[in-house]
């Protein structure tokens, strides 16, 4: 069991965390233009 979490934690580390800082930059640099449109322009 033990292990299994150690793997877990190894995988996050090496796959989810990298990435986090260029998803971030990503949601707090995207406009907001299309959610400020009105509903009729779809």
């Given at each position: 069991f033990?292990?299994?979490?150690?793997a877990a934690a190894g995988f996050f580390a090496q796959t989810v965390l990298p990435r986090l800082a260029a998803e971030r930059?990503?949601?707090e640099t995207t406009t907001l233009d299309v959610m400020e449109l009105a509903e009729e322009a779809f």
């Open positions: 033990y292990e299994g979490k150690i930059r990503i949601a």
